[in-house]
């Protein structure tokens, strides 16, 4: 069975859409919702709709709320839903588990977007953001949690997976529709929180795929260096 982890901050409008849709799956055996520190009624709503509710007492941010779930989860696979994507069905949250269930992949990500999907082909490091996700426990054990903070942990599962010999896929889902951050805290607040968003990315995204590039290629020259030094003697 497969433990669903739900981070929500402030999301009491759309928490029992999601929590009802992932209860009623037939692979789910429990749905839990990481209350981010709201300061609305979600934890409340979330208990109604049957969800085993976490509450953190503070804001932490999307990184800390998953780890707070996946702590308590008591399944191997997991599936991270967004508190404020609706519109999924049973079908699509099959099709978003299947791979992981299977042993086929140990992440597999659902995208709306079509142009999304098509430059991750692209782009072997494009990065792909998706708060809606299956993955192994094992995979989550293995992500360099040291300074990955909010939503910079997409990209840090993104960059873990692929160290692993089965990697990640996509789904592209259609049917689903995402309340945008503009909507639900009005324009300043939502864009501000957008900024914010986009930043984390961006600083995780330099630090896994630059920087650690620039290191192990160092590393491989200086290894290369020293069997050449080796052979001249």
């Not at 209350?35 to 800390?64: F, M, P, W």
């Not at 709320?65 to 696979?77: I, R, T």
């Not at 967004?82 to 659902?110: C, F, K, W, Y």
Request: positive net charge.
């Amino acid at each position: 069975m497969v433990s669903v982890v739900i981070p929500a901050f402030n999301e009491v409008g759309t928490i029992t859409d999601v929590i009802t849709c992932a209860r009623q799956h037939p692979w789910v055996g429990e749905v839990l919702v990481v209350d981010d520190g709201s300061t609305d009624a979600t934890a409340q709503v979330a208990e109604a709709a049957g969800a085993r509710v976490i509450r953190l007492a503070r804001n932490t941010g999307k990184a800390t709320a998953l780890d707070a779930g996946v702590c308590s989860a008591k399944s191997n696979v997991l599936l991270f839903l967004d508190a404020d994507v609706t519109g999924h069905t049973q079908q699509t949250l099959s099709r978003i588990m299947q791979p992981v269930i299977e042993g086929r992949v140990e992440m597999n990500v659902g995208l709306r977007a079509r142009s999304t999907l098509m430059l991750n082909q692209a782009l072997r490091f494009f990065p792909i953001i998706g708060g809606d996700r299956a993955l192994t426990r094992r995979l989550w054990e293995a992500v360099p949690t040291n300074g990955v903070r909010g939503f910079q942990i997409e990209i840090a599962l993104n960059y873990t997976s692929k160290q692993f010999e089965k990697g990640m896929a996509f789904e592209l889902v259609r049917g689903t529709f995402h309340h945008i951050k503009e909507r639900k805290y009005g324009v300043v607040a939502g864009a501000t929180q957008r900024a914010i968003m986009i930043r984390q990315i961006l600083s995780i995204s330099f630090r896994l795929y630059i920087l650690c590039w620039i290191k192990q290629r160092a590393v491989r020259i200086r290894k290369r260096n020293k069997v050449d030094s080796g052979i001249d003697f």
